[in-house]
């Protein structure tokens, strides 16, 4: 599987964002889809996740009420929707793919796309 994220940029604070991540190959579906990030200075974390069908999503706690994430498989595209961004969004965001159960630990995930930053100014 291989992932092409997308949609990072710079928005101003209270904004929101749509990132989306493409993966290639006919199995998408078989996947849990994971998005993480990496502030700058900091260790790479997780913000979001779903499950195979797209029925289950667990957020990280800053992202409740502010971030979505949802699926595509007829698309095999996991796109994560950022409302009221905040300076402390800031940050590389990753979309990672993980055989038939996602997780909250990067480590955990079998395959990752390249990255697209985010910047949120104040």
């Known amino acids: 599987v291989q992932l092409q994220a997308s949609g990072g940029g710079l928005v101003q604070a209270g904004g929101p964002l749509r990132l989306s991540c493409a993966a290639s190959g006919p199995t998408f579906s078989m996947y849990g889809m994971g998005w993480f990030r990496q502030p700058p200075g900091k260790e790479r974390e997780f913000v979001a996740a779903?499950?195979?069908?797209?029925?289950?999503?667990y957020y990280v706690d800053s992202g409740k009420g502010r971030f979505t994430i949802s699926r595509d498989n007829s698309k095999n595209t996991v796109y994560l929707q950022m409302n009221n961004l905040k300076p402390e969004d800031t940050a590389v965001y990753y979309c990672?793919?993980?055989?038939?159960?996602?997780?909250?630990?990067?480590?955990?995930?079998?395959?990752w796309g390249q990255g697209t930053l985010v910047t949120v100014s104040s």
């Open positions: 779903i499950s195979l069908n797209g029925g289950n999503a």
């Open positions: 990672a793919a993980r055989k038939f159960q996602f997780t909250t630990y990067p480590n955990d995930y079998d395959y």
